[in-house]
């Protein structure tokens, strides 16, 4: 079946503006995570959705960043007034749980960057 | 708040030789321990896993140990080959209302040929 799409790939932006990012889940997976993914780094945990229950936002880190999760599907990132250090490949995973396990499939990828 | 640190940060191997990356984690809570591969430019990828009530698990040439008293575990590989050469993640998953990761921040492994 599908895995996890993203949507743009690369996505170019001025300082300041808004940006909203894409993540379509494998269908029936209940849990989404997204993930900040700078040059030659590690990923950073950014916000966790699992069924309806309210999201992890631990992660986010300023009020710029926002993310929903419509219908336990789709998912949207949403980075205000870009700034420069936003630059970053941005990650989304979703995962079933079945069996207590949390293999995570993740998607392409975003790659923002801020000028 | 929850750590996941990751040793070393890079390990360059002949090809054949063994590889050894070590993680330690803070959250007592963790229950499962995914190790992810990331090739140049690919998605990571999920290689093994190991939950909380089994020390050591094997698949073909990988294997993970877990220690939870100390909190570390390890991920071995034998007899590498050059498309071993990738970033290697560990992480520490624990089922506190969910299953939020936190990953270490990866091994680059170079197997020379």
């Known amino acids: 079946g599908a895995g996890v799409s993203q949507s743009p790939s690369n996505k170019v932006t001025e300082k300041g503006k808004d940006v909203e990012l894409r993540c379509d889940p494998i269908s029936g997976h209940t849990a989404l995570y997204w993930y900040r993914q700078s040059l030659g780094q590690g990923l950073e945990f950014l916000i966790y959705f699992q069924g309806n229950s309210a999201p992890d936002k631990s992660g986010l880190p300023s009020d710029r960043f926002s993310a929903e999760r419509t219908g336990g599907s789709v998912s949207t990132l949403t980075i205000q007034r870009t700034q420069q250090e936003d630059s970053a490949v941005y990650l989304c995973?979703?995962?079933?749980?079945?069996?207590?396990?949390?293999?995570?499939?993740f998607g392409p990828g975003t790659r923002l960057t801020v000028l | 708040g929850e750590n996941v640190e990751q040793h070393p940060s890079t390990l360059s191997v002949q090809e054949g030789d063994s590889a050894v990356i070590k993680c330690t984690y803070s959250?007592?809570?963790?229950?499962?321990f995914p190790w992810y591969k990331q090739e140049l430019g690919k998605r990571p990828q999920l290689i093994i896993d190991?939950?909380?009530?089994?020390g050591e698990k094997k698949d073909q040439r990988i294997a993970v140990t877990l220690n939870k008293t100390a909190k570390h575990f390890s991920l071995h590989i034998t007899e590498t080959q050059p498309e071993d050469s990738a970033v290697y993640f560990c992480a520490a998953s624990s089922y506190t209302g969910g299953f939020k990761t936190i990953f270490g921040a990866g091994t680059r492994l170079f197997v020379k040929a």
């Open positions: 190991i939950r909380s009530n089994v």
């Open positions: 959250d007592s809570a963790s229950n499962y």
């Open positions: 995973a979703s995962s079933s749980l079945a069996g207590g396990r949390n293999e995570q499939f």
